[in-house]
T-cell receptor, first 114, second 109 residues
Framework: KAGVTQTPRYLIKTRGQQVTLSCSPI?????VSWYQQTPGQGLQFLFE???????NKGNFPGRFSGRQFSNSRSEMNVSTLELGDSALYLC?????????????FGPGTRLTVT | GQQLNQSPQSMFIQEGEDVSMNCTSS?????WLWYKQDPGEGPVLLIA?????ELTSNGRLTAQFGITRKDSFLNISASIPSDVGIYFC?????????FGAGTQVVVTP
């Protein structure tokens, strides 16, 4: 069974631009969670989607948004990029809600904002 | 958010040594998970624990679900160079999933 895939793997953007990241969960998984990881900060939870509905949201500004499609694929969008948004963005999927089952992570998208 | 206390923050060990790390919390958890993250990659699930007192092994890795349900331990025996990376604990409790800050492991030959 294929694992979680994320595209693109690497991205360089300029301040003020917007970016969209994509995540395809493991086949059959309905929950997708997004995390931001920066050096020394660990995993910061962004949001979770389950059956196309946002279940939980972390403490991030409204510039960070996401959505989930009927095939469980998810996208994350960041508008008006800031230098501090440079990070590894990780997507994780689980069969049910992430709070009930272990999550499986993708390789991440490395975003660099210049 | 990260409400689990994971320690140590980092450790430098020699090849062949055993490694121990732990996570503690003031909250009770129903499930404990341990992940390993290689540089530039996403975390990979190593071990999942579902019952208080449970002891589970995966090769040279052994993890335990604390009796109080407030802590968990991960041991790596006879470390090898590819054990280098960041190890994260995660706890699932009553609808909430929380991650520790990670333990950076460096293995020297």
């Amino acid at each position: 069974k294929a694992g979680v895939t994320q595209t693109p793997r690497y991205l360089i953007k300029t301040r003020g631009q917007q970016v969209t990241l994509s995540c395809s969960p493991i086949s059959g998984h309905r929950s997708v969670s997004w995390y931001q990881q920066t050096p020394g900060q660990g995993l910061q939870f962004l949001f979770e989607y389950f059956s196309e509905t946002q279940r939980n949201k972390g403490n991030f500004p409204g510039r960070f948004s996401g959505r989930q499609f009927s095939n469980s694929r998810s996208e994350m969008n960041v508008s008006t990029l800031e230098l501090g948004d440079s990070a590894l963005y990780l997507c994780a999927s689980s069969p049910t809600a992430s709070s009930s089952y272990e999550q499986y992570f993708g390789p991440g998208t490395r975003l660099t904002v210049t | 958010g990260q409400q689990l206390n994971q320690s140590p923050q980092s450790m430098f060990i020699q090849e062949g040594e055993d490694v121990s790390m732990n996570c503690t919390s003031s909250s009770i958890f129903n499930t404990w998970l341990w992940y390993k993250q290689d540089p530039g990659e996403g975390p990979v699930l190593l071990i999942a624990l579902y019952k208080a007192g449970e002891l589970t092994s995966n090769g040279r890795l052994t993890a335990q679900f604390g009796i109080t349900r407030k802590d968990s331990f991960l041991n790596i025996s006879a470390s090898i160079p590819s054990d280098v990376g960041i190890y994260f604990c995660a706890g699932i409790s009553w609808g909430k999933l929380q991650f520790g800050a990670g333990t950076q492991v460096v293995v020297t030959p």
